[in-house]
């Protein structure tokens, strides 16, 4: 049971890049790809966990105290998330563009280089 | 590679990297534990800096040279989409007799979108604004403006929200707000001699103006982030919406 969160993380990563295997349609690969990368909120989160322990967000009237969740791996988590938002629309303007061009968006019927 | 070649090349990896990530998780520290050393020297540093939210003091203050990293990473893929997205010499042609009309929906859900456009942007600007003292923060409420504005086309109103949206205006808002962000770190090399250093001085814990540069950079990243996606999603609806109702035209 104390592993469980990690094995939740490992978990949607496989997950996402079997998905990406399995896909038939470029759109789903990249949502895959989300699933995949959300792997690594839940890993980041789990590593600076600790039991009944608040937020490491203090207000104006509680003082600074060590017995909160590991701001350090949450901020990583954020830079996470907004590299994934990125990702995530450059590729599907990539996916737009080979709609486009190629009339499919399915990866087994694009099989050409094209120079 | 055909489709059963791919998928027991996914067996094989696959398995492997289990394997190896049951193993490494076995070897972690007890999960929830108190021992966690990074935790201890950041809460120190953000308390000394006056920084209720030590998320916010990592982010912004004490690994700043980082977030201008994953800003700039921001900054590139807004460009980068735009430009894959440009319309081709064809769909220009096209998108002169095309035009977004009013959509099909309930005069309630209309009345909604007006509602909560004024009050979405409320929220998203106090997200920013306090990204000191409480959760929050400029990435956070940068996306809270963004979508406020997008209600108006929920509401089923694209030409609306083409009048309160003029893009080049955003564009410019964007690059102005990473400029921000570097000039402020210019800033501290000219008054303390390092990149981003904490020059600002820091006010009361918890009070609105403390924490120093921290709330400057929210806000430039705060512009920078709503400006960004505002400009993504336009191109999105431009080729969407704008191309389909061109070609609806034609035909």
């Given at each position: 049971m104390s592993h469980y969160a990690y094995f939740v993380a490992g978990w949607l990563l496989l997950m996402g890049c079997f998905g990406i295997v399995r896909s038939r349609n470029l759109v789903h690969a990249v949502v895959c790809l989300a699933v995949a990368q959300s792997g690594t909120y839940v890993l980041l989160l789990a590593v600076g966990y600790q039991r009944n322990a608040p937020a490491p967000v203090f207000g104006s009237t509680k003082k600074p105290t060590?017995?909160?969740?590991?701001?350090v791996v949450q901020a990583l988590t954020l830079t996470d998330i907004v590299v994934s938002a990125t990702v995530t629309a450059l590729l599907l303007a990539l996916a737009m563009q080979i709609a486009k061009r190629?009339?499919?968006?399915d990866p087994d019927e694009l099989t050409a280089l094209e120079g | 590679m055909t489709r059963g070649a791919r998928h027991l090349l996914f067996a094989f990896g696959g398995t492997l990297v289990a394997v190896l990530f049951v193993w490494g998780v076995l070897g972690m520290p007890q999960f929830g534990s108190t021992d966690h050393p990074y935790r201890d020297r950041s809460v120190h540093a953000a308390a000394q800096h006056e920084t209720p939210n030590v998320v916010a003091a990592v982010n912004f203050d004490q690994r700043g040279f980082d977030t201008l990293g994953e800003e700039s990473i921001f900054f590139a893929s807004v460009i980068g989409a735009a430009a894959l997205l440009r319309p081709t010499k064809e769909e220009r042609e096209q998108q002169k007799s095309g035009g977004g009309g009013v959509g099909d929906v309930m005069a309630s859900t209309r009345f909604a979108g007006y509602v909560l456009l004024p009050l979405t942007l409320l929220v998203g600007f106090d997200v920013v604004a306090h990204g000191h003292v409480t959760p929050g923060g400029g990435f956070q409420g940068g996306v809270v403006l963004a979508t406020g504005f997008h209600v108006i086309y929920v509401a089923g109103r694209y030409d609306a929200l083409e009048k309160v949206r003029p893009v080049t205006l955003f564009e410019n808002g964007e690059v102005l707000g990473a400029l921000a962000f570097a000039g402020l770190g210019f800033a501290g090399i000219a008054i303390s001699?390092?990149?981003?250093?904490?020059?600002?001085p820091f006010g009361s814990f918890g009070s609105f103006l403390s924490a120093g540069t921290v709330e400057v950079l929210n806000f430039a990243v705060g512009v920078e982030v709503a400006c960004g996606v505002i400009v993504l999603l336009a191109h999105f609806f431009e080729q969407a919406i704008k191309l389909r109702d061109g070609s609806r035209a034609e035909s």
């Amino acid at each position: 049971m104390s592993h469980y969160a990690y094995f939740v993380a490992g978990w949607l990563l496989l997950m996402g890049c079997f998905g990406i295997v399995r896909s038939r349609n470029l759109v789903h690969a990249v949502v895959c790809l989300a699933v995949a990368q959300s792997g690594t909120y839940v890993l980041l989160l789990a590593v600076g966990y600790q039991r009944n322990a608040p937020a490491p967000v203090f207000g104006s009237t509680k003082k600074p105290t060590t017995k909160v969740v590991d701001p350090v791996v949450q901020a990583l988590t954020l830079t996470d998330i907004v590299v994934s938002a990125t990702v995530t629309a450059l590729l599907l303007a990539l996916a737009m563009q080979i709609a486009k061009r190629h009339g499919t968006v399915d990866p087994d019927e694009l099989t050409a280089l094209e120079g | 590679m055909t489709r059963g070649a791919r998928h027991l090349l996914f067996a094989f990896g696959g398995t492997l990297v289990a394997v190896l990530f049951v193993w490494g998780v076995l070897g972690m520290p007890q999960f929830g534990s108190t021992d966690h050393p990074y935790r201890d020297r950041s809460v120190h540093a953000a308390a000394q800096h006056e920084t209720p939210n030590v998320v916010a003091a990592v982010n912004f203050d004490q690994r700043g040279f980082d977030t201008l990293g994953e800003e700039s990473i921001f900054f590139a893929s807004v460009i980068g989409a735009a430009a894959l997205l440009r319309p081709t010499k064809e769909e220009r042609e096209q998108q002169k007799s095309g035009g977004g009309g009013v959509g099909d929906v309930m005069a309630s859900t209309r009345f909604a979108g007006y509602v909560l456009l004024p009050l979405t942007l409320l929220v998203g600007f106090d997200v920013v604004a306090h990204g000191h003292v409480t959760p929050g923060g400029g990435f956070q409420g940068g996306v809270v403006l963004a979508t406020g504005f997008h209600v108006i086309y929920v509401a089923g109103r694209y030409d609306a929200l083409e009048k309160v949206r003029p893009v080049t205006l955003f564009e410019n808002g964007e690059v102005l707000g990473a400029l921000a962000f570097a000039g402020l770190g210019f800033a501290g090399i000219a008054i303390s001699g390092s990149f981003l250093s904490n020059v600002i001085p820091f006010g009361s814990f918890g009070s609105f103006l403390s924490a120093g540069t921290v709330e400057v950079l929210n806000f430039a990243v705060g512009v920078e982030v709503a400006c960004g996606v505002i400009v993504l999603l336009a191109h999105f609806f431009e080729q969407a919406i704008k191309l389909r109702d061109g070609s609806r035209a034609e035909s």
